[in-house]
């Protein structure tokens, strides 16, 4: 079984610009979350999807963020435009209800 | 709002001996709890969990304690290995989709 896929691995952009962050959730998993890690700090809760609805996106920082998800598959997370402190790793899971989380690998992203 | 904390940012071990690693919540309402490891450049996995309703948990060389009253849980890794070198999180499960809060995490290191 495949794994929770995020890319890119890396992101290096600058102030201002633009960034779309990818997740490819295990096949079969409804529930899709986002979570990010600044600094070395806390992993913090984003939003949640239930297939292509939003269940609960109340960790979403402000509207620079927007999450998506595209027929119940893969999902996207469109920072624009980003700023310093949206420098972090950020984490994508997936699992099906009742049961427990598969991470991906993170995505980190640097904003310089 | 920090609701799950780890304060201990390291700890290092010899190889063989216990490694405890302590987690603080303020929330009554977390209902479980789970503890996740991190290998550089990977996603966190799960490692061990905990019902509210229970006091211990133990899985191998994995024991976790839970105490209620004081809102307070560890870890226990008996004997420690090199391999168990990475970053240890706390997290807790705060509602019924599955949202989790972690804490900031605690990196162990195993030396021989």
């Known amino acids: 079984e495949a794994g929770v896929t995020q890319f890119p691995s890396h992101s290096v952009i600058e102030k201002g610009q633009t960034v779309t962050l990818r997740c490819d959730p295990i096949s079969g998993h409804d529930n899709l979350y986002w979570y990010r890690r600044v600094m070395g700090k806390e992993i913090k809760f984003l939003l949640h999807?239930?297939?292509?609805?939003?269940?609960?996106e109340s960790g979403m920082p402000n509207n620079r963020f927007l999450a998506e998800r595209t027929g119940g598959t893969y999902s996207t997370l469109k920072v624009q435009p980003a700023e310093l402190e949206d420098s972090g790793v950020y984490f994508c899971?997936?699992?099906?209800?009742?049961?427990?989380?598969?991470f991906g690998s993170g995505t980190r992203l640097t904003v310089v | 709002d920090q609701q799950v904390k780890q304060n201990s940012p390291s700890l290092s071990v010899q190889e063989g001996r216990i490694s405890i690693l302590n987690c603080d919540y303020t929330?009554?309402?977390?209902?479980?709890f789970l503890w996740y490891k991190k290998y550089p450049a990977e996603g966190p996995t799960f490692l061990i969990s905990?019902?509210?309703?229970?006091d211990k948990n133990e899985d191998g060389r994995f024991t976790v304690f839970l105490n209620k009253s004081a809102k307070h849980l560890s870890l226990h890794i008996v004997p420690s290995q090199p391999g168990d070198s990475a970053v240890y999180f706390c997290?807790?499960?705060?509602?019924?989709?599955?949202?989790?809060?972690f804490g900031a995490g605690t990196q162990v290191v195993v030396t021989p």
């Open positions: 999807f239930v297939k292509e609805s939003k269940q609960d």
């Open positions: 899971a997936s699992r099906v209800t009742g049961y427990g989380y598969t």
């Open positions: 929330n009554s309402m977390f209902d479980y």
């Open positions: 905990i019902s509210s309703i229970k």
């Open positions: 997290a807790a499960r705060s509602d019924s989709w599955g949202k989790l809060q």
